[in-house]
């Protein structure tokens, strides 16, 4: 009797063997190759940029194959920028929400897998009863009322022989890497946003200063020309113009201040403030420093460090376990239960002799006719799995344009600062020969109009030109992925199937 008890035991443990290795249903993924691409552009990128002088005025240099740090931003060199975006990481309740919901698909993770084991439930019933008399009473205590106590214990189970469950728990582990990259996304997303505010914020400064530049050399101008006038020496409609161009000028600066203070107002929301509790820091170009060297990943790696990419691949992953979840809904469903318990009138007598039951239920399923429910759904699962595939394409081609394009940005507005900065000193040196002539009496008032609006034409496309080189940089640290995988402040990206605490022969 023994033997045959160790041979059943033996045979059901090579069983749940059998079916735990059995192989899953459906396609198992594999990430797709990176593109074979040996640079961004379609022209090669020389190796240093333009330099110009001013703050943004230096040359860069392309580092190929140099890793992002992950603070990228400590690159500007401004304590003041550091110190928003810690409070911004710390505060904003994006990042928060980002990371709620990365909990929230973790534990959906694991709650799937409590399907590979058995589910016990334990019962305990207790009821009052009355038998009718005209069928007898109730044996043993001859008696119409009586009490009935049943505790039992019922376990049951559905083995994974198709690997439907497994699936099932791989789609979910994918959607949590899934939100794993959308919490990058979200760092990547807030920290580039609140440098590229702050770098606007120093660009409208910069234009103010310059704008409140010209109006003090339109002022002075004015006061020569209205001297002139007490001589006769020009008419009332030069004054008057110049009155005009003065105003002009000064009618520039609320425009500006007024985005100034929006932009003020977006760097509050992204740092996690009210409007009325932005900081007190004041930035402008010259509290900034480009950095002289530019990291610049391989082509080959980008697929890795973008967070979107990486989002969309687990999206594919997702769609692909899916397919094998439909098929396996397609095949016979096993499952095994069984109870165990007792039932007495009384509970001293709830575990004596004669009142144990047990039930023991193996049950097998297989769906004859659905009018091809099950068919239908299983190619539904593939054109999601196609649909995932184009859109995985479509934001790696995304990726690398973006990076091609902030590429192209920083040599070509390298070199749009070189010429703002040699337009500019022109514009100056004619504008004050012209004020030297307009003070002699040698030049019309035409002639200072029109070295002023050139010099103030080109004092601000400087100040544009040299905020572009900032917002370039940043654009392409954002495109390449920003170096979250180096960043110490946030854990590092698991994989799905380090997620997982089952069994490695559980796992798909």
Request: glycine letters at 6%; proline letters at 6%.
């Amino acid at each position: 009797m023994a033997g045959a008890c160790k041979s059943l035991q033996s045979g059901l443990a090579t069983l749940l063997l059998l079916l735990l290795a059995a192989c899953a249903v459906g396609p198992d993924f594999k990430r797709p190759p990176p593109p074979a691409i040996e640079r961004f552009t379609a022209d090669p990128l020389p190796a240093f940029t333009a330099a110009a002088r001013g703050p943004g005025g230096a040359a860069q240099r392309l580092d190929l194959g140099r890793d992002i740090p992950g603070e990228w931003w400590t690159l500007f060199r401004s304590p003041a920028l550091d110190a928003l975006i810690k409070e911004a990481l710390r505060r904003s309740p994006t990042i928060t929400a980002a990371v709620a919901a990365l909990r929230q698909a973790h534990e959906l993770t694991l709650a799937g897998q409590g399907a590979f084991f058995p589910l016990v439930q334990a019962e305990f019933n207790a009821s009052r009863n009355k038998t009718p008399g005209v069928l007898g009473p109730t044996p043993q205590s001859n008696a119409l009322y009586y009490n009935l106590y049943t505790p039992q214990l019922s376990v049951s189970y559905t083995p994974d022989v198709f690997g439907g469950t497994r699936r099932t728990v791989e789609a979910l582990a994918a959607q949590e890497e899934n939100q794993r990259f959308q919490l990058e996304a979200a760092y990547l997303t807030l920290t580039s946003g609140l440098v590229a505010a702050v770098i606007g914020e120093a660009e409208l400064r910069d234009q103010i200063a310059a704008t409140e530049k010209i109006i003090a050399i339109e002022r002075e101008s004015l006061d020569i020309l209205r001297r002139q006038l007490a001589f006769g020496q020009v008419a009332d409609a030069d004054v008057a113009a110049q009155r005009a161009a003065l105003a002009q000028a000064q009618a520039t600066l609320p425009p500006l201040q007024k985005q100034v203070a929006q932009e003020r107002d977006l760097i509050a929301a992204l740092v996690g403030r009210y409007p009325r509790q932005a900081p007190e820091t004041r930035f402008d170009l010259a509290s900034l420093r480009l950095p002289p060297d530019v990291p610049l990943s391989l082509p080959s790696r980008l697929v890795e460090q973008r967070p979107d990419i990486r989002a969309a691949a687990a999206d594919l992953h997702a769609a692909s376990a899916e397919i094998g979840v439909a098929i396996a809904n397609m095949l016979p469903d096993v499952s095994l239960s069984a109870n165990v318990g007792s039932s007495a009138l009384t509970l001293a007598s709830l575990f004596g002799p004669g009142a144990g039951f047990w039930t023991v239920v193996a049950d097998a399923t297989q769906t004859v006719f659905d009018a091809g429910t099950n068919v239908h759904k299983t190619r539904a699962a593939k054109a999601a799995f196609d649909q995932a595939a184009a859109q995985y394409k479509e934001t790696v081609i995304t990726a690398f344009q973006n990076v091609a394009d902030s590429l192209e940005a920083l040599k070509s507005d390298a070199d749009a600062l070189s010429a703002a900065v040699a337009a500019e000193a022109a514009a100056k040196i004619s504008l004050d020969i012209a004020r030297r002539q307009l003070a002699l009496g040698a030049v019309s008032y035409l002639a200072i109009l029109q070295a002023e609006q050139t010099y103030e034409q080109a004092l601000i496309n400087r100040v544009q030109a040299e905020a572009a080189r900032f917002a370039d940089t940043t654009a392409l640290f954002q495109a390449l992925g920003g170096g979250w995988w180096n960043r110490t402040d946030v854990p590092p990206a698991e994989t799905a199937r380090s997620v997982l605490s089952l069994p490695a022969a559980l796992l798909p």
